[in-house]
């Protein structure tokens, strides 16, 4: 999936509920006993964040984009200076909320001028140094006392820079081919578990060879 249909795409899915969906209202409600979980969405390529989060209350944004900018009037407010792109204006409901937090302003302490290398940089943690070779998010989720590999999963064609490195990581082509293996192994467990149990009964072989088989495709 690329930028602009995730962008779109998430703006649409938004203005389908009218209001803040329901699964972000149950994701802000989890108590602090339940383990947090990070949703990192890396969107390859370039964008003007002046025009996406748009500082029209500053009026160098006008004198230095006459031709660009975006008027006034098609801006939607979020504080009085800033405001959203109006093809964002689903978000506007989520921010309202308390859901959506923007930060402007941000960067690489990296002067680079190259896009190629300031992608690596963020995605390695170590803006200027080329030589890294695993990801920070790699490297943050060594720190966990119980590796797993599907502790991260990467969703996308190939494994992103962020998650390369020596710590277990799972990466899939597609989350809908995730959701058909696990549903897949659901289907299978009510005939895995009884076979565990017979499996270790003192009973001989042959006779519990024949009580149970279990495979799953």
Known sequence: MNRRAFL?????????????????????????????????????????????????????????RPTISIPKTSVVDLDGFYGLHPSLTPLKAIYDAGHLAIITATGSPDATRSHFDAQDYMESGTPGQRGTRDGWLNRAIAKQSQ???????????????????????????????????????????????????????????????????????
Request: some cysteine.
């Open 8 to 64: 779109k795409g998430s703006a649409v899915a938004m203005y389908g509920v009218g209001s803040v969906p329901a699964w972000l209202a149950r994701a802000s409600a989890q108590t602090p006993k339940r383990r947090k979980i990070l949703v990192a969405v890396f969107q390859r390529g370039a964008a003007d964040g002046l025009n996406i989060v748009i500082p029209y209350g500053d009026a160098q944004y006008y004198r230095l």
């Open 147 to 217: 590796p797993s590999a599907v502790r991260a999963v990467a969703v996308g064609p190939q494994l992103p820079r962020i998650l390369r490195g020596d710590t277990p990581r799972s990466q899939l082509a597609a989350l809908a081919g995730f959701v058909s293996a696990i549903r897949k192994l659901r289907r299978h467990s009510n005939r895995c578990i009884p076979m565990l149990w017979i499996m270790s009964s003192p009973e001989p072989p042959k006779k519990r060879s024949k009580q149970c088989a279990c495979s799953i495709p």
